[in-house]
């Protein structure tokens, strides 16, 4: 079985930051691109930020320069560091592998951003 578990998240004020975390177990992982994903609520999941297997990065231009997303295929673990954290980030952040046509999720963490 796959298993994505994420953790770091939790309230944070604005222009403070969190680290995120995900293990993964039951994949290839250093095959993967794995990277976040986040969810406010009524709104659709949105992409954050990705990393191939070749440590190509990709980012939401709303994060670009606040966010960094970082892997370690020894350990199976997807890192995003957050700073200056902004009300608008508030979301349930979920992890993600991907490779072909097939995709797993992580449960998701809360990331809530307030004074």
């Known amino acids: 079985h796959v298993h994505l578990v994420e953790s770091g998240g939790g309230l944070v004020q604005p222009g403070r930051s969190l680290r995120l975390s995900c293990a993964a177990s039951?994949?290839?992982?250093?095959?993967?691109?794995v990277g976040w994903y986040r969810q406010a609520p009524g709104k659709q999941r949105e992409l954050v930020a990705t990393?191939?297997?070749?440590?190509?990065?990709n980012y939401a231009d709303s994060v670009k320069d606040r966010f960094t997303v970082s892997r370690d295929n020894a350990k199976n673990t997807v890192l995003l560091q957050m700073n200056n954290l902004q009300p608008e980030d508030s979301a349930v952040y979920y992890c993600?592998?991907?490779?072909?046509?097939?995709?797993?999720w992580g449960q998701g963490t809360q990331v809530t951003v307030s004074s």
């Open positions: 993600n592998a991907a490779r072909y046509d097939f995709a797993y």
């Open positions: 039951g994949i290839i992982f250093s095959l993967h691109t």
């Open positions: 990393v191939t297997n070749s440590g190509r990065t």
